[in-house]
């Protein structure tokens, strides 16, 4: 009895000194995570934190600037698109350093174009990635998975025609749609590792024997997060887009990097992590 009265006294004693227990996580505030002198920071109701910015000076290079879109309601950020990446951005993570855009995917169609419907032409569009070579930003292999909806089969290749993911899907008839995707009208298949290292583009090959008009197979790398928790095939094929992870770095600094337990804040920037008192801690420039 004398020891376990013993223990809850210690207990209360080590709780009780500040920075001994961590407290629960919170988000940082917006000034916190953005250069100091840098006011436009809001695109919409989206914070862009450093290394990404808006405006000369509020970002580490040309590749993480954001346009903020104001044809939109709310306003839409996308990533560099004075350099041809042009991406709706969705998310931007620090501590994984990955960002999350809306990319377009790829599909199968037939075209009958003669009036006793024979098969005219059978075209991919956007069998090809957006193109990542040169930029500090490469398709994520941790965070994405590869997908096909429809009927159909396709491979995803890397830039040395290496086969990095693939899987088929079939369309029974009669069949009733579940949002589940394990080969009936979808399929998804993980992204190998070792053939997706360094992944700054991709092409897309698709096989079917479907013979219609329209477009029978759509294929697409995706957000795997995404997927398990808002996955819906209707509003991807309708729109051409789904959200895709890629992960970056900055080329004069270390990728492992963050703040000291008990702070909070930005540590890519200088005395970004802040707490009871400022801490160098971050990333080493």
Not at 197 to 220: D, P, R
Not at 245 to 273: A, D
């Amino acid at each position: 009895m004398m020891v376990e009265l013993v223990a809850i006294v210690l207990i209360m004693i080590i709780s009780s000194l500040p920075g001994l227990v961590p407290e629960a996580a919170s988000t940082p505030p917006d000034v916190y995570m953005v250069k100091p002198n840098c006011t436009d920071f809001k695109c919409g109701d989206f914070t862009i934190p450093y290394p990404f910015g808006m405006g000369k000076g509020c970002y580490s290079s040309d590749w993480f600037s954001i346009y903020c879109n104001p044809s939109s309601d709310p306003h839409k950020p996308f990533l560099n698109h004075t350099s041809g990446l042009n991406l709706q951005v969705l998310h931007i993570s620090l501590d994984y350093l990955t960002v999350t855009v809306n990319s377009p995917i790829s599909s199968l169609c037939n075209n009958f174009c003669s009036t006793d419907g024979k098969k005219n032409e059978t075209k991919a569009s956007n069998s090809n990635s957006i193109d990542l070579n040169g930029t500090p930003f490469r398709f994520s292999d941790e965070d994405n998975i590869f997908m096909v909806l429809g009927c159909g089969s396709a491979v995803l290749l890397n830039q040395s025609r290496g086969v990095v993911a693939g899987c088929g899907s079939l369309c029974p008839s009669g069949f009733v749609y579940a949002k589940d995707c394990f080969g009936v009208d979808c399929c998804q298949s993980t992204i190998n590792s070792y053939t997706s290292y360094a992944l700054n583009n991709y092409s897309v090959n698709f096989t079917t024997e479907v013979n219609e008009k329209g477009c029978m197979a759509h294929a697409l790398l995706v957000d795997r997060q995404w997927f398990h928790s808002n996955f819906s095939s209707q509003p991807v094929i309708e729109t051409g887009y789904a959200p895709l992870s890629l992960s970056w770095s900055m080329f004069n600094i270390h990728n492992e990097c963050g703040c000291r337990m008990g702070t909070e804040g930005n540590p890519f920037l200088k005395n970004g992590c802040r707490g009871a008192r400022l801490s160098s801690q971050g990333c080493n420039r």
